[in-house]
């Protein structure tokens, strides 16, 4: 079932102060809100959610702000790790993610991925909406194939806004995004994005499977799920 209120929704829970740690969970359905919405959080205010090895296949919307494939919007010291969405994310508003929605400067995305479509307004994303203060470290190893639009400003491949990083590790499918520019992540056509050797920096000995012309990437911890 839903947590939450019409406001903020999610299948775990709508609106905590943070402090919540998910792990190896999976959520498949539809979920709609009249604000913050989340597979699984609609909404952390304070700390932020801990996301680890958990997956979602939903189809998201908000007629308000802030839709994520995991989490609407993450507050500080909130995580995803080793994590993926599928499926599709809309909001009528502002701040829509495949993963994430939106975090505040300390929130982190690592080592996760989204294959979910993305639409809404302003600062819509393939993985995360707005990425506030990011850094190198808190959006890093990641990657985005879903198709994304935007109505408005601020709409990204892999982020819809976020501070301009070069060295962020993250990358984003050029072709199946329909974006061809992001404040986060690098442009791999489909062809690219099919190589492991294309992905630099990322851990294919713990994090990731290796692979080539066959797949796009997996999380070594999906072999055995």
Do not use: C
Request: a negative charge; charged letters at 10%; aromatic letters at 8%.
């Amino acid at each position: 079932g839903t947590g939450g209120t019409a406001q903020s929704i999610g299948v775990l829970n709508g609106e905590n102060d943070g402090g919540v740690f998910i792990s190896s969970s999976r959520v498949e359905g539809s979920i709609s809100a009249q604000g913050a919405v989340g597979a699984f959080v609609g909404q952390a205010t304070a700390s932020g959610v801990n996301i680890l090895k958990s997956s979602t296949n939903m189809t998201i919307s908000t007629t308000g702000a802030y839709a994520g494939g995991l989490i609407g919007k993450n507050g500080s010291s909130g995580l995803i790790d080793l994590s993926y969405s599928m499926g599709a994310v809309s909001s009528t508003g502002n701040y829509a993610g495949g993963l994430l929605g939106s975090g505040v400067a300390s929130s982190k995305v690592l080592n996760s991925y989204s294959f979910a479509d993305v639409s809404g307004v302003n600062f819509v994303g393939g993985a995360v909406g707005l990425a506030e203060g990011s850094t190198s470290t808190t959006h890093k190893t990641s990657y985005a194939s879903g198709a994304v639009s935007g109505t408005g400003a601020d709409v990204g491949a892999f982020s819809g806004a976020g501070s301009a990083i070069s060295n962020s590790d993250s990358f984003f499918n050029s072709d199946l995004t329909g974006q061809v520019s992001s404040d986060i992540g690098s442009a791999l056509s489909n062809a690219q994005s099919l190589v492991s050797a294309n992905y630099t920096n990322w851990d294919f000995n713990s994090t990731w499977t290796t692979f080539s012309n066959a797949t796009y990437p997996r999380q070594l911890w999906q072999k055995w799920a």
